[in-house]
């Protein structure tokens, strides 16, 4: 049974910071391929960022600069370190992986910017 749990998320004023978590158990390390996603109202899901194979990293254009994932493999759990928050960063936030074909996600945390 896959799980990926996540934390850290809440009320920011704008150019502040948040550092979510996501805790996976299960049979899936953290060295696979593992993504943060966000969810803003009205609007699709968007990938915000993912860290693959090797530790490799890319981020949308729109966090570049500002966020940083990362992953502690000895604790199977993945960050995204959020700097300069801005309002249009308000959405729930969830981490993601796949394997065998199957999509696994946790169930999100709630990141609000205020200005």
């Known amino acids: 049974q896959v799980q990926l749990v996540e934390s850290g998320g809440g009320l920011v004023q704008a150019g502040g910071s948040l550092r979510l978590s996501c805790a996976v158990s299960g049979s899936i390390s953290v060295s696979n391929v593992m993504a943060w996603y966000r969810q803003a109202p009205g609007k699709q899901r968007e990938l915000v960022a993912r860290?693959?194979?090797?530790?490799?990293?890319d981020y949308a254009d729109s966090v570049k600069g500002r966020f940083t994932i990362s992953r502690d493999n000895a604790k199977n759990t993945i960050y995204l370190q959020m700097n300069s928050l801005k309002t249009e960063d308000t959405a729930v936030y969830y981490c993601?992986?796949?394997?065998?074909?199957?999509?696994?996600w946790g169930q999100g945390t709630q990141v609000t910017v205020s200005s």
């Open positions: 993601s992986t796949s394997k065998y074909g199957v999509d696994y």
């Open positions: 860290i693959i194979l090797f530790g490799s990293t």
